[in-house]
Structure formats: structure tokens, C-alpha cells
């Protein structure tokens, strides 16, 4: 079965550095991974999405993911930090194909604050 | 231009009343969801529409019952409501021919039951 463990349920990191969020994945097949972004109070965002092409995935606002199939991992990196990156942060697979479509299957989400 | 739109953007409301959310998208997609975030801010599917037909029904109580007018169009009606039922829910949507599967989600609807 598909599933996501998001090993830290809140991040956080001063404005300017490094972001890391972790992401481990389950698959019985070659997985389709998402992360997506969730703002105080506003809709989810889709930031990138791996599909199987390049392992490195570039989204919005500077955020990158690697995926690596040895250590079943899809962890989303910033190479520095802003104020406005504080929000919720889902990691996502698709789910099995049942009846013509596949289901998005989420993370626990990860909690990312931006000091000063 | 708002792609996935939602009203209202709150409701409160008693135990045991009716109520219901609706969602609207003009992206032209042909799949519609909802989606309950809980206050754990955990996300899981409820329902998907294709062409107005379902396509996904998770494990939900009867009383909440999806209505789909129109391919641009998913409403989510909620009888006889719960405390358990406050969440935050979340209208997306998608087209389903697309190899990505990529959902745009709306701003959602938080639900409170008092």
C-alpha cells in the first residue's frame, strides 16, 4: 500500500538558512510524489511533483526535492529561508489506480516557522 | 480569476441542523473532490466526482451527501450535523486524463458545530 511518514511534525529554522523537511515513502510500484504547501488560512498549493523523470524536482519559490529510491526518501529542501515560507507543508503519494483514477494519499504535514 | 472557489468561507452552526457547502471551478476539469482536514490538520479524501458521476466514495457517514450538478459544480450536503463533524473541508479538483494528476485545491470552508 501507498503512504507518507513526514518524520517532524513542526521545523523550525531562522530566516536565511537552510530549509529541510523530511518525507519517507511507501510504494508496492514506482511512486508519484508531491509536496504541497498550505498558508494560515488558505488552500493547498502545489510547490512540485516527481513522476518519474529527473530525480532532482524544482517547484515555486525556490524549493527542490530529491527522490531516492535506495532510501525511499522525498525531502524538500531551500537553500535559504524567507518569512513568508512559514506555513504547513504535505507530502504526498498517489494512491492505488482503482477504477480508472488514482487517489492523493497525505502526510501528517509539517509545521514550518521562519524566525527572524 | 479564482480557479477553485468555495462558499461560504465560514459557517457555524448547531448540532442536528442541515447545511451545505458548495465549490465551483472553472479550470474546464472534469474531476471534482472533497477533502476533511481535521484539527490535527490531517487531509483525507471523502468523495470524487468525474463528469459528474462517483468515482471515490471513502468510508463517510450517509449524512454527508455529494451533489453534482454540472462538471464545474460539487456540493457537499451534511445532515443532521455532529460536533465530530467540525473540520476544515477542502474542495479540489483535477483532469483525470492528465498523466501528473495534479488537484488545484480552494481556500476551503471551516466548519464549526456548536
Known sequence: ???VTQLDSHVSVSEGTPVLLRCNYSSSYSPSLFWYVQHPNKGLQLLLKYTSAA???KGINGFEAEFKKSETSFHLTKPSAHMS?????FCVVRGPYSGGYNKLIFGAGTRLAVHP | DTAVSQTPKYLVTQMGNDKSIKCEQNLGHDTMYWYKQDSKKFLKIMFSYNN???II????PNRFSPKSPDKAHLNLHINSLELGDSAVYFCASSQSRGSYNEQFFGPGTRLTVL
Open chain 1, 1 to 3: 500500500a501507498q503512504s
Open chain 1, 55 to 57: 530525480t532532482l524536482v
Open chain 1, 85 to 89: 515560507d512559514a506555513a504547513e507543508y
Open chain 2, 52 to 54: 459528474k458521476e462517483l
Open chain 2, 57 to 60: 466514495n471513502e468510508t463517510v
